[in-house]
């Protein structure tokens, strides 16, 4: 089946830091690839999304690479801001069976200290 | 546009009891689904519908019920809630079931079950 692996954490980083975030996936095919946000106390929100390999999705100075080679989504930012301090989530998505199968990882919650 | 809305927040049940999560979307979105987040697990599918009057079952529906009468609500009922059932439950929507729609989260309704 599928699966989404990527680690739990927490990371924490100093203001300003560089972030990387690693997402490996197993999937039949080509799945689209996404990365949520959860801000505490909220819902997710689609942080950035790509859906054909070599696709580079991008949103608030994050970037994620879909590498069919490697099946990987790692999600990067140059410089962080303590206000991106949440939950991230990295999930692929199928269609199988009639609808459309969303897998996520487990989820790595950033902690950015000033 | 208020998007997609959950009631209650938070709510206390015994187990045994039975109780019914509200979720509304006003986007006029044909699929919705409930999703449930434990710690270390991500996200889990309970229920999804592909529009009104089509629902189907997920991952993990045991114990759940739901139904589709219009466009905008989707219900999720807990028949005799069990402490297992403790978790926080998302309701979510997208455009429609391909597999590169983004889908849009609910703020959550936090569950115990004691």
């Known amino acids: 089946g599928n699966s989404v692996t990527q680690m739990e954490g927490p990371v924490t980083l100093s203001e300003e830091a560089f972030l990387t975030i690693n997402c490996t996936y197993t999937?039949?095919?080509?799945?689209?690839l996404f990365w949520y946000v959860q801000y505490p106390g909220e819902g997710l929100q689609l942080l950035l999304k790509a859906t054909k390999a070599d696709d580079k999705g991008s949103n608030k100075g994050f970037e994620a690479t879909y590498r069919k080679e490697t099946t990987s989504f790692h999600l990067e930012k140059g410089s962080v801001q303590v206000s991106d301090s949440a939950v991230y989530f990295c999930?692929?998505?199928?269609?199988?069976?009639?609808?459309?199968?969303?897998?996520f990882g487990i989820g790595t919650k950033l902690q950015v200290i000033p | 546009n208020a998007g997609v809305t959950q009631t209650p927040k938070f709510q206390v049940l015994k187990t045994g009891q039975s109780m019914t999560l509200q979720c509304a979307q006003d986007m006029n979105h044909e699929y919705m689904s409930w999703y449930r987040q434990d710690p270390g697990m991500g996200l889990r599918l309970i229920h999804y519908?592909?529009?009104?009057?089509?629902?189907d079952q997920g991952e993990v529906p045991n114990g759940y019920n739901v139904s589709r009468s219009t466009t905008e609500d989707f219900p999720l009922r807990l028949l005799s809630a069990a402490p297992s059932q403790t978790s926080v439950y998302f309701c979510?929507?997208?455009?429609?079931?391909?597999?590169?729609?983004?889908?849009?989260f609910g703020p959550g309704t936090r569950l115990t079950v004691t």
């Open positions: 979510a929507s997208s455009y429609g079931a391909g597999e590169s729609y983004e889908q849009y």
């Open positions: 999937a039949t095919g080509y799945p689209s």
């Open positions: 999930a692929l998505s199928r269609w199988s069976g009639g609808y459309q199968k969303v897998t």
């Open positions: 519908s592909v529009g009104a009057g089509i629902t």
